[in-house]
T-cell receptor, first 114, second 114 residues
Framework: DQQVKQNSPSLSVQEGRISILNCDYTNSMFDYFLWYKKYPAEGPTFLISISSIKDKNEDGRFTVFLNKSAKHLSLHIVPSQPGDSAVYFCAASAGTSGTYKYIFGTGTRLKVLA | EAQVTQNPRYLITVTGKKLTVTCSQNMNHEYMSWYRQDPGLGLRQIYYSMNVEVTDKGDVPEGYKVSRKEKRNFPLILESPSPNQTSLYFC?????????????FGPGTRLTVT
């Protein structure tokens, strides 16, 4: 059973427009959510995170929104740039439950067209 | 330079031949973890360690062993590799346990078991 789901395997966006990447989860024990970006032939790199006590976190062009009642989070990139083309993974952690596993989604490949 | 290193980067082996993939970090991080990445399945956690001599299973631990004898090293051992362990493996570390702490990933080890 996939506890963290990214239902869109790919997304194409024009440069300068907004990119919205979505992630759904099923486990209400998750208390932290993170987004990682991955370029080919490299390891994932951390992008932005959000605690379950917040509904929004912003860092420059990147904003993560969390809707706990819908068990849904989204990553907004504004404006999108060609260098943002990568695979994006959302991840969840349930540290307050006493376990320190990370559950990742399957990833969304973002292509920003120049 | 702060980094997570993995060796080897590429490995082709045969079924049943024991192998070890090494992982080392120079950031004095407490938490270390191993993941495998497979097409359509995203990143799945194999094992993690919250500190020296403290390890626990992730979501897909079958067929793998780990040890954490020193803080900086976290080797992944495949005692009898099988073709279904052909995958891209990532080691990661963070300064603490739980989603609050971002993980730093190594560059990956591509393993092929024939």
């Amino acid at each position: 059973d996939q506890q963290v789901k990214q239902n869109s395997p790919s997304l194409s966006v024009q440069e300068g427009r907004i990119s919205i990447l979505n992630c759904d989860y099923t486990n209400s024990m998750f208390d932290y959510f993170l987004w990682y970006k991955k370029y080919p032939a490299e390891g994932p790199t951390f992008l932005i995170s959000i605690s379950s006590i917040k509904d929004k976190n912003e860092d420059g062009r990147f904003t993560v929104f969390l809707n706990k009642s819908a068990k849904h989070l989204s990553l907004h990139i504004v404006p999108s740039q060609p260098g943002d083309s990568a695979v994006y993974f959302c991840a969840a952690s349930a540290g307050t439950s006493g376990t320190y596993k990370y559950i990742f989604g399957t990833g969304t490949r973002l292509k920003v067209l120049a | 330079e702060a980094q997570v290193t993995q060796n080897p980067r590429y490995l082709i082996t045969v079924t049943g031949k024991k192998l070890t993939v090494t992982c080392s970090q120079n950031m004095n991080h407490e938490y270390m973890s191993w993941y495998r990445q497979d097409p359509g399945l995203g990143l799945r956690q194999i094992y993690y360690s919250m500190n020296v001599e403290v390890t626990d299973k992730g979501d897909v631990p079958e067929g793998y062993k780990v040890s954490r004898k020193e803080k900086r090293n976290f080797p992944l051992i495949l005692e009898s590799p099988s073709p279904n362990q052909t995958s891209l493996y990532f080691c990661a570390s963070s300064s603490g346990s739980g989603g609050f702490f971002e993980q730093y990933f190594g560059p990956g080890t591509r393993l092929t078991v024939t």
